[in-house]
C-alpha cells in the first residue's frame, strides 16, 4: 500500500486492489472510481437520512459559522449501528481528489490516525475556515493536506504553534455522495 500512495507503484495488481479494499472497508469499485460511495455493498439500503451540518471549503473564511440545514440520504454503515454521521457540503475544488464542488462528505466522531482524511478548522480572530483534509505524520510532527489538484492549497502543519491561528480536528471523513439530496 506505501508503493501505491506514494506513487512508486501506478497499477496494482488486483489481488493487491482488492486486499486493500477490505482492509479500508470499501470495494475494488470505489478505489478505480467507478461508483460514488464507500459503501456500495448497501447502496441500496439508503435508509440514513443524515443532517447537513455545515459546508467545507479551504480558502474560505467566515465571519459566522451558518448551518445549510436539510438532510441528504446515504446507506447504511455497519460501522456505525447507531448513526452518529453527518454531511458537509463541498463549496469548492478543495477536495475535488475525492468529490466535487457541490458533493457532500459523510463524516463520524472517531479518533484520527495517519492517513485519515479529515475536517480541519482553522480559526483566526472572528473568522472560521473548514476544508477536507489528510493527516501525514513527519519527523517535524503533523500536515494536514487539502485533497485536492489545484496547487493554491498549500499543507497546514498542526504542531506549530501560531499566536494567530488555531486549529481543531471535527471529523474524520467517511464517505462521500455526489447527488441524493432530499
Given at each position: 500500500?506505501?508503493d501505491i500512495?506514494?506513487g512508486?507503484?501506478?497499477?496494482?495488481?488486483?489481488?493487491?486492489?482488492?486486499?486493500i479494499?477490505?482492509?479500508?472497508?470499501?470495494?475494488?469499485?470505489y478505489l478505480l472510481g467507478?461508483i460514488?460511495t464507500?459503501?456500495?455493498?448497501t447502496?441500496?439500503?439508503?435508509?440514513?437520512?443524515i443532517?447537513i451540518?455545515?459546508?467545507?471549503?479551504?480558502?474560505?473564511?467566515?465571519?459566522?459559522?451558518t448551518?445549510?440545514?436539510g438532510?441528504?440520504?446515504?446507506?447504511?454503515d455497519?460501522?456505525f449501528p447507531?448513526?452518529?454521521?453527518?454531511a458537509?457540503?463541498v463549496?469548492?475544488?478543495?477536495?475535488?481528489?475525492?468529490i466535487?464542488?457541490?458533493?457532500?462528505?459523510?463524516?463520524?466522531?472517531?479518533?484520527p490516525?495517519?492517513?485519515?482524511?479529515v475536517?480541519?478548522k482553522r480559526?483566526?480572530g472572528e473568522?472560521v475556515?473548514?476544508?477536507?483534509?489528510?493527516?501525514?505524520?513527519?519527523?517535524?510532527?503533523?500536515?494536514?493536506?487539502?485533497?485536492?489538484?489545484n496547487?493554491?492549497y498549500k499543507?497546514?502543519?498542526?504542531t506549530?504553534?501560531?499566536r494567530?491561528?488555531?486549529?481543531?480536528i471535527?471529523?474524520?471523513?467517511?464517505?462521500?455522495?455526489?447527488?441524493?439530496i432530499?
Amino acid at each position: 500500500m506505501r508503493d501505491i500512495v506514494s506513487g512508486k507503484t501506478r497499477s496494482p495488481r488486483l489481488d493487491s486492489l482488492t486486499a486493500i479494499a477490505q482492509v479500508l472497508s470499501v470495494s475494488p469499485e470505489y478505489l478505480l472510481g467507478r461508483i460514488d460511495t464507500y459503501f456500495p455493498e448497501t447502496a441500496g439500503a439508503l435508509s440514513n437520512s443524515i443532517a447537513i451540518v455545515g459546508s467545507v471549503g479551504a480558502g474560505i473564511w467566515l465571519e459566522e459559522v451558518t448551518l445549510p440545514g436539510g438532510n441528504i440520504q446515504f446507506p447504511s454503515d455497519p460501522r456505525f449501528p447507531n448513526g452518529g454521521l453527518q454531511a458537509w457540503r463541498v463549496d469548492n475544488d478543495s477536495a475535488d481528489l475525492l468529490i466535487g464542488t457541490g458533493g457532500y462528505i459523510v463524516t463520524a466522531n472517531m479518533p484520527p490516525f495517519d492517513g485519515s482524511v479529515v475536517i480541519l478548522k482553522r480559526e483566526s480572530g472572528e473568522v472560521v475556515e473548514r476544508s477536507v483534509r489528510r493527516l501525514e505524520r513527519h519527523p517535524t510532527g503533523i500536515e494536514a493536506h487539502a485533497q485536492s489538484s489545484n496547487p493554491r492549497y498549500k499543507p497546514v502543519k498542526l504542531t506549530s504553534f501560531s499566536r494567530t491561528t488555531t486549529e481543531e480536528i471535527l471529523a474524520v471523513v467517511v464517505g462521500a455522495i455526489r447527488f441524493g439530496i432530499l
